[in-house]
């Protein structure tokens, strides 16, 4: 298994602002994979996170509104950026079948 | 349309009551995965269902797979306050990696 863990593990933002979150592993691996769950809803996935690459982004979610960093094989960043109140959700990493405590974001 | 649909999408039972959950997809799968999730916080693995026809358990929580059907089902025996949260069925977007595609949820409250 894999524990994972994620800062902040909430926050509470401005409108235009950007949030970034971190995601760290404890054990080296190839991909990561970063989900929002929107209030009330399952989790969509925002990207892969690759190691040496760029992210792979998913329908409906490009870089310039969530740029990923993959620095090293343990950890990964996502950032929220200029953000609204329809960002509020709560954001988690994943790698395999396991996944982080999630960032709770709400923005006002 | 949702891809994976979870039934029924709430529900309230008495402590020491059986219930089930069942997950139905409209694509064909690549194994699906069981996950239980506290209100808003991670998400904890259940169990991993691969082959038709495979049933799980861990603890008073089995899960079955039925490929053919393309649906599974959670059942939990004798259920517990501690079982209260949602579940939720994932399912793999490719054969290989390790990207999800989840169901809609199914929000568990056990009354003592």
């Known amino acids: 298994s894999a524990v994972i863990s994620q800062k902040p593990s909430r926050d509470i933002c401005q409108r235009g602002t950007s949030l970034t979150i971190q995601c760290q592993v404890d054990?080296?691996?190839?991909?990561m994979f970063w989900y929002r769950q929107q209030p009330g809803q399952s989790l969509t996935l925002i990207a892969t996170?690759?190691?040496?690459?760029?992210?792979?982004?998913e329908s409906g979610f490009v870089i310039d509104k969530f740029p990923i960093s993959r620095p090293n094989l343990t950890f990964s960043t996502l950032t929220v950026s200029n953000l609204s109140p329809e960002d509020s959700s709560i954001y988690l990493c994943?790698?395999?079948?396991?996944f982080g405590p999630g960032t709770r974001l709400l923005v006002l | 349309s949702q891809e994976l649909e979870q039934s029924p999408q709430s529900l309230i039972v008495q402590e020491g009551k059986n219930l089930t959950i069942n997950c139905t997809s409209s694509?064909?799968?690549?194994?699906l995965y069981w996950y239980k999730q506290k209100y808003g916080e991670g998400l904890i693995f259940l169990m991993m269902l691969q082959k038709g026809g495979e049933e799980k358990s861990h603890e008073k929580i089995t899960a079955k797979l039925d490929e053919k059907k393309q649906q599974s089902s959670l059942h939990i025996t004798a259920s517990q306050p501690s079982h209260a949260g949602i579940y939720l069925c994932?399912?793999?977007?490719?054969?290989?990696?390790?990207?999800?595609?989840f169901g809609t949820g199914t929000s568990l409250t056990v009354i003592p």
């Open positions: 054990s080296q691996v190839t991909m």
């Open positions: 994932g399912a793999l977007k490719h054969p290989t990696g390790n990207q999800f595609y």
């Open positions: 994943s790698v395999g079948v396991y």
């Open positions: 694509k064909t799968l690549y194994g």
């Open positions: 996170a690759n190691q040496g690459s760029e992210a792979t982004y």
